[in-house]
């Protein structure tokens, strides 16, 4: 069954950096024309979309709080979409997600988001 893979999480120290990874699984599930997703779930707050990027990588999206501390980026040839978090705050602190969005340009009000992983989750200590 076509689904992503997020892994890279773990547990660091605040000002530190992590890099996950997003990964197509699946047999014959490409990813390459998808816009990807990242979300983060907190304990106890609503699923918050993160970053974007669009299915060729020529558009980024981020909201406002991580906007010049993390970086998303792809690699088509390996089915991978990675989201690169330096300067990590104790805020930052959540399960992250990904996911294609099938139908818009991965933060879009169209948007249709499937193929949900399992989640990464990425403690950050002071």
């Known amino acids: 069954q076509a689904r992503m893979v997020e892994s890279g999480g773990g547990l660091v120290q605040a000002g530190n950096s992590l890099r996950l990874s997003c990964a197509a699984s699946?047999?014959?599930?490409?990813?390459?024309?998808?816009?990807i997703t990242w979300f983060r779930q907190a304990p106890g707050k609503d699923r918050e979309r993160v970053a974007a990027?669009?299915?060729?990588?020529?558009?980024?999206y981020y909201v406002k709080s991580v906007r010049d501390r993390f970086t998303v980026s792809r690699d088509n040839t390996k089915n991978t979409v990675y989201l690169q978090m330096d300067n990590l705050k104790i805020e930052d602190t959540a399960v992250y997600f990904c996911?294609?969005?099938?139908?818009?340009?991965?933060?879009?009000?169209?948007?249709?988001?499937?193929?949900w992983g399992q989640g990464t989750q990425v403690t950050v200590s002071s």
């Open positions: 996911a294609a969005d099938v139908r818009g340009t991965g933060w879009s009000p169209d948007s249709r988001y499937e193929y």
């Open positions: 699946g047999q014959t599930f490409g990813i390459s024309r998808y816009a």
């Open positions: 990027i669009s299915w060729d990588g020529g558009s980024k």
